[in-house]
């Protein structure tokens, strides 16, 4: 079955640190990975996807990702944390079934001065 | 913004009131979707559609009834709900549907709480 997992609830970093959030998926066939950033009171909104091609995708704020196939992991990452990063973020995983979003339960991340 | 608008943003019910939910989109995209958000939990898919015909309903239960009218609104209609029906109920939308790259984009959200 398709799924996404975020495996911390939580991540703490202090500004200026390097921060990773992670996202591992289980899905058949060629997956299509996103990222999306949840604001207080706000929407979620799209941070960047990995389609095909350069593992490593760049994406909005700073932030990059890296697709890992072995593994089936497709990480956040971010190498200088900023206190505005602080939020919500979820991943999600699309397959050829096209009308299936699968999001993970989200992780906050809280960056601290 | 992200050209999502949702109306009310909050909107508290009783289980035997009936009320609706509203979604506009500004970006010319064809597919809408309903997601209903709780906490801890990963976001639900409820409902799809694609150039206003419905391609996908998740087992909702019958209590939640959607509308597409246009491309460009969608509607969720509640009645007798449920306390657990309480959640931030999320409109998104994309370009297409048949593109399994498309990015969503998603409105604020409406904060549900049923009494």
């Known amino acids: 079955a398709q799924s996404v997992a975020q495996p911390e609830d939580q991540v703490n970093v202090a500004e200026g640190n390097p921060l990773t959030v992670k996202c591992t998926y289980s899905?058949?066939?060629?997956?299509?990975l996103f990222w999306y950033v949840q604001y207080p009171n706000r929407g979620l909104q799209f941070l960047l996807k990995?389609?095909?091609?350069?593992?490593l995708v760049k994406g909005s704020y700073g932030f990059e990702a890296e697709f890992n196939k072995s593994q089936t992991s497709f990480h956040l990452k971010k190498p200088s944390a900023l206190v505005s990063d602080s939020a919500l973020y979820f991943c999600?995983?699309?397959?050829?079934?096209?009308?299936?979003?699968?999001f993970g339960s989200g992780t906050k991340l809280n960056v601290k001065p | 913004e992200t050209g999502v608008t949702q109306t009310p943003r909050h909107l508290v019910m009783g289980m035997t009131n009936k009320k609706s939910l509203k979604c506009e989109q500004h970006l010319g995209h064809n597919a809408m979707y309903w997601y209903k958000q709780s906490a801890k939990k990963p976001l639900e898919l409820m409902f799809v559609?694609?150039?206003?015909?419905?391609?996908e309903n998740n087992s909702v239960p019958s209590r939640f009834s959607p509308e597409c009218p246009n491309s460009s609104h969608l509607f969720l209609h509640l009645h007798t709900l449920q306390p657990e029906d309480s959640a931030l109920y999320l409109c998104?939308?994309?370009?297409?549907?048949?593109?399994?790259?498309?990015?969503?984009?998603f409105g604020p959200g409406t904060r549900l709480t049923v009494l």
């Open positions: 999600a995983v699309r397959d050829m079934d096209f009308n299936k979003f699968y």
């Open positions: 990995y389609i095909t091609g350069d593992n």
């Open positions: 998104a939308s994309s370009q297409v549907l048949l593109a399994a790259d498309n990015e969503q984009f």
């Open positions: 899905v058949s066939g060629n997956p299509y």
């Open positions: 559609y694609s150039l206003e015909e419905r391609v």
